[in-house]
């Protein structure tokens, strides 16, 4: 049977281009404006024809239907001249083919089209696999390869350990870093007699920087490590 109009599948059913039917059908009113009035005559968008968007010979996107075939059949029905009968019954034949019970033959070639595509999908999936392990491979052979350093990892300084301390007692009590610090300094003076704020800070430097300079991060540490105690958390 020659193809007269393009059959396509569109959600798991045959489907006929709304646009190539009016061509076919050689529509002299605007496309745009056939469609609306063949949408008007009671057809369902989801149940009848689906609307999508095509590229148009310009690149841009154009609107377009997806017909089914009873839909198409209807609508070249309803133009009511020669092209419009010869496209119904074309979309009768080929709802006949599609209808009809298949073959011993044609079911042996289905299935084993279906294997094909089954074996070239595993393949593209083997040769993914394959890659990932090479991959692998390599990524541990240059990890063996790296020279291992005979220097010792530093130790994390005062200073580093009472800052994470901080952010740590910030993220489970859900106060703010202004909030704890000021709560630090506070104990600081009251409990230690090192009222920090009162010191001369130089240009650029932070609270901190003053407690580094005077000597007194152990007992900010000790003071930010208590905080933790009273939440009932291990003293990192």
């Not at 689906?50 to 154009?62: A, H, K, W």
């Not at 595993?122 to 090479?134: G, H, M, N």
């Not at 407690?211 to 105690?229: N, Q, T």
Request: aromatic share 8%.
């Amino acid at each position: 049977m020659e193809e007269l109009i393009k059959i396509t599948e569109y959600n798991g059913k045959k489907a006929v281009s709304a646009r190539e039917l009016h061509q076919f059908l050689e529509i002299s009113t605007r496309f745009d404006m056939w469609a609306k009035r063949m949408r008007e005559y009671g057809f369902n968008e989801g149940t009848d024809f689906c609307t999508i968007l095509s590229e148009s010979t310009g690149g841009r996107p154009s609107l377009d239907y997806a017909l089914t075939l009873d839909t198409a059949k209807h609508w070249a029905m309803m133009q009511r001249n020669e092209r419009g009968m010869q496209a119904r019954q074309y979309f009768i034949e080929v709802e006949k083919r599609v209808n009809r019970p298949l073959s011993h033959a044609e079911l042996l070639l289905q299935q084993c089209q279906m294997l094909v595509e089954q074996e070239k999908r595993l393949s593209q999936v083997e040769e993914k696999v394959d890659r990932l392990i090479e991959v692998h491979e390599e990524a541990e052979r240059d990890l063996h390869e790296l020279p291992i350093s005979d220097k010792e990892i530093p130790e994390m300084s005062l200073r580093d350990q009472i800052r994470m301390l901080v952010n740590k007692y910030c993220e489970v009590s859900s106060l703010g870093q202004h909030q704890v610090w000021d709560k630090v300094y506070t104990t600081l003076y009251y409990s230690y007699h090192i009222p920090l704020r009162s010191y001369k800070m130089r240009k650029g430097e932070s609270l901190l920087d003053v407690a580094e300079r005077v000597g007194c991060l152990d007992k900010i540490h000790v003071i930010v490590s208590g905080l933790f105690k009273r939440l009932n958390f291990i003293e990192f």
